[in-house]
Nanobody, 126 residues
Framework: QVQLVESGGGLVQAGGSLRLSCAAS????????MGWFRQAPGKEREFVAA????????SYGESGKGRFSISRDNAKNTVYLQMNSLKPEDTAVYVC???????????????????WGQGTQVTVSS
């Protein structure tokens, strides 16, 4: 079983920044893709970003391109999501997830990801 614990969410004004963390345990990180998704009330779950653990190759959804950056720290088994120039429409619960069977391919659909954290709330005020 893989445990994922997010942190770093909070309330920020538009234009501000936040860095989210996802601490992972009980996993084989060398074979995983780690992703961030977000979900706001009344909206579908949205792919935000993902990183292949072994190669460091990243992928971003349209909403975060140019503003968000995903990275990982192998020594700490932690994935980060740096969010800059935040907008009110970024308000959502942000959840990290692990795709155990990606074999190096990065997928943007939530059904591919098997293990999920509890999420952390990000609220951006105007």
């Amino acid at each position: 079983q893989v445990q994922l614990v997010e942190s770093g969410g909070g309330l920020v004004q538009a234009g501000g920044s936040l860095r989210l963390s996802c601490a992972a345990s009980g996993r084989t990180f060398s074979t995983y893709v780690m992703g961030w998704f977000r979900q706001a009330p009344g909206k579908e779950r949205e792919f935000v970003a993902a990183v292949d653990w072994s190669s460091g190759i990243t992928s971003y959804g349209e909403s975060g391109k140019g503003r968000f950056s995903i990275s990982r720290d192998n020594a700490k088994n932690t994935v980060y999501l740096q969010m800059n120039s935040l907008k009110p429409e970024d308000t959502a619960v942000y959840v990290c997830a692990a795709d155990k069977n990606s074999r190096g391919a990065i997928y943007t659909y939530s059904y591919r990801y098997e293990d999920w954290g509890q999420g952390t709330q990000v609220t951006v005020s105007s």
